[in-house]
């Protein structure tokens, strides 16, 4: 059975500082792996996705990797804003079925 | 725009009763499915639909949640008798799966799109 971690569990940091979200997944037969994003109240809005053949992505401030064989990605947030305050949550697919496990996700506050 | 709409937004309810959450899909998607979120468990997978027919409903359970999709437009999340354990946040999202693979579209790269949930609260 497929289980996804997320570290930390919640972050605070400075405006305009460089962050990393953890995520690890214990099958590394996935067949991709998303990052959301999750405001107070809302629904969660897809920021990211990596298939399983590549290493990385990028949007704008923000870019993913992802290590398969070790069963890690990282989100790193360039240039940290206070709209960035959220909580992120990594999820996978693996091969055999198509609906998205999801890690326990990172709260994270950025303060001006 | 195209979004996943559910409703009711927010219900409270009495122990007991029964409750019935329903959901939009984005039109032309082909896969429907409700989640579940909670502080402990995080998000759960509860059941999900491909072209209306039910997939995998091991995520729910079987003595008092039904899901069903009455046609291509709607999806529906029956729990009855309703329990306060129950009290959570229930998700729809839709996404266009064809022979397998994930058609990816949007820029981000992924056509899946969540709902803004359904925030039970049972008394």
């Known amino acids: 059975k497929q289980e996804v971690t997320q570290i930390p569990a919640a972050l605070s940091v400075p405006e305009g500082e460089n962050l990393v979200l953890n995520c690890s997944f214990t099958d590394s037969a996935i067949y991709n792996l998303q990052w959301f994003r999750q405001d107070p109240g809302k629904g969660l809005t897809s920021l990211l996705l990596?298939?399983?053949?590549?290493r990385e992505q990028t949007s704008g401030r923000l870019n993913a990797s992802l290590d398969k064989s070790s069963g890690r990605s990282t989100l790193y947030i360039a240039a940290s804003q206070p709209g960035d305050s959220a909580t992120y949550l990594c999820a996978v697919i693996g091969t055999g079925f198509q609906k998205l496990v999801f890690g326990t996700g990172t709260r994270l506050l950025v303060s001006p | 725009d195209a979004r996943v709409t559910q409703t009711p937004r927010h219900k409270v309810t009495e122990m007991g009763q029964e409750v019935t959450m329903r959901c939009q899909p984005i039109l032309g998607h082909n896969t429907v499915f409700w989640y579940r979120q909670t502080m402990m468990q995080g998000l759960e997978l509860l059941a999900y639909?491909?072209?209306?027919?039910?997939?995998?409903d091991s995520g729910m359970p079987k003595d008092r949640f039904s899901a069903e999709m009455p046609d291509a437009t709607l999806a529906t999340l029956k729990i009855q008798p309703s329990e306060p354990r129950d009290s959570a946040v229930y998700f729809c999202?839709?996404?266009?799966?064809?022979?397998?693979?994930?058609?990816?579209?949007?820029?981000?790269?992924?056509?899946?799109?969540f709902g803004e949930g359904s925030w039970l609260t049972v008394v």
């Open positions: 639909f491909r072209n209306r027919a039910p997939l995998d």
């Open positions: 999202a839709s996404d266009l799966i064809i022979r397998g693979t994930l058609i990816n579209r949007t820029p981000s790269g992924n056509t899946i799109y």
């Open positions: 990596i298939q399983s053949s590549q």
